[in-house]
């Protein structure tokens, strides 16, 4: 099946989750306290972003595993910002009841003259067992 039809059947199990599609593309608005999440579909990969974090994958179930583990309860966001402009993104796992840092993504040029705050973005675990 699509992995994009296959992740928009799975989706509409959750009402509570707004999602707007395209034949190559789904993106779900960030919750309350949570932060977007997206995979895009192309010819040569799949690329699921969260919030500002992405990650590139070659296989379709890789792809959709990553985008449900957005919403497992096992995932979080810690984002740097300076002022108001987000500057790095921080994808972190729960592991044995301690987060943990998986990768993170981040621009070059910064405002590096403010000061950096962090912020912790988390969806809800919904998809698990879906």
Known sequence: MDPIEELKEKLAKH???KFTSTRT???????SGGFSVS???????YVVHFDGWHEHFNSTDQALECFAFAYSGECRL??????????KWVLEYLKEGRWQVD?????FFIPFWLRPHV????????????
Do not use: C, M
């Open 25 to 31: 593309s789904v993106t779900v608005a960030a919750p």
């Open 15 to 17: 009402p509570e989750l």
């Open 78 to 87: 810690a984002i740097t910002y300076r002022g108001r402009t987000s500057v």
């Open 119 to 130: 912020v912790y973005k988390q969806n809800p675990n919904l998809l698990s067992a879906a």
């Open 39 to 45: 995979l895009y579909a192309s010819s040569e990969d």
């Open 103 to 107: 990768s993170e993504v981040g621009h």
